[in-house]
T-cell receptor
Framework: SQQGEEDPQALSIQEGENATMNCSYKTSINNLQWYRQNSGRGLVHLILIRSNEREKHSGRLRVTLDTSKKSSSLLITASRAADTASYFCATGLSGTYKYIFGTGTRLKVLA | GAGVSQSPRYKVAKRGQDVALRCDPISGHVSLFWYQQALGQGPEFLTYFQNEAQLDKSGLPSDRFFAERPEGSVSTLKIQRTQQEDSAVYLC?????????????FGQGTRLTVV
């Protein structure tokens, strides 16, 4: 079973616009990670945010975490066609080593 | 190597055939994970190794699935008597430490198609 759910399931935007994806989860976590997956390829790690952090930046990426609401968001600013991919959140569960993935958001950036 | 390596990249198996999927983790990484990803879905946890010890195999869907990591480095996922529902991408990941608060690096995956 999957821990998290991403919202929206699919998103289509124009190049240059910002893209926001949300992830909700169910249980206590140590951290939350975001991954990108291009069609037919492996998962690429984007960013990790720990449970005691609220916001983190990496280049054009901004991740927020609200543990009280059990939710996270990934913002991609100034999107590019190359950002077209599926994005997954993965939660590191408290007291365990597991990473549990959400259902993913399929992002399409139109040139 | 620089990253997690999986082989083969693609495997077509006839129903009932046994298959073996290989994962070479990043050198020195203690933790190794196997995930199964069905088309259009997120990866689902299968099993976890800490060095050579298989600490969690709760995600293995049936006793036809077996994983090993005998020397604490390379791992093999074996599927016996493959069924069509086994068709999926099998992903391997490794991380440096055992706590669930560090980055996991994924391989490119093995796409298994059972016909």
């Amino acid at each position: 079973s999957q821990q998290g759910e991403e919202d929206p399931q699919a998103l289509s935007i124009q190049e240059g616009e910002n893209a926001t994806m949300n992830c909700s989860y169910k249980t206590s976590i140590n951290n939350l990670q975001w991954y990108r997956q291009n069609s037919g390829r492996g998962l690429v790690h984007l960013i990790l945010i720990r449970s005691n952090e609220r916001e983190k930046h990496s280049g054009r990426l901004r991740v927020t975490l609200d543990t009280s609401k059990k939710s996270s968001s990934l913002l991609i600013t100034a999107s590019r066609a190359a950002d077209t991919a599926s994005y997954f959140c993965a939660t590191g569960l408290s007291g365990t080593y597991k990473y549990i993935f959400g259902t993913g958001t399929r992002l399409k950036v139109l040139a | 190597g620089a990253g997690v390596s999986q082989s083969p990249r693609y495997k077509v198996a006839k129903r009932g055939q046994d298959v073996a999927l290989r994962c070479d983790p990043i050198s020195g990484h203690v933790s190794l994970f196997w995930y199964q990803q069905a088309l259009g879905q997120g990866p689902e946890f299968l099993t976890y190794f800490q060095n050579e010890a298989q600490l969690d195999k709760s995600g293995l869907p049936s006793d036809r699935f077996f994983a090993e990591r005998p020397e604490g480095s390379v791992s093999t996922l074996k599927i016996q008597r493959t069924q069509q529902e086994d068709s999926a991408v099998y992903l391997c990941a490794s991380s440096l430490v055992t706590r669930g608060d560090t980055e996991a690096f994924f391989g490119q995956g093995t796409r298994l198609t059972v016909v």
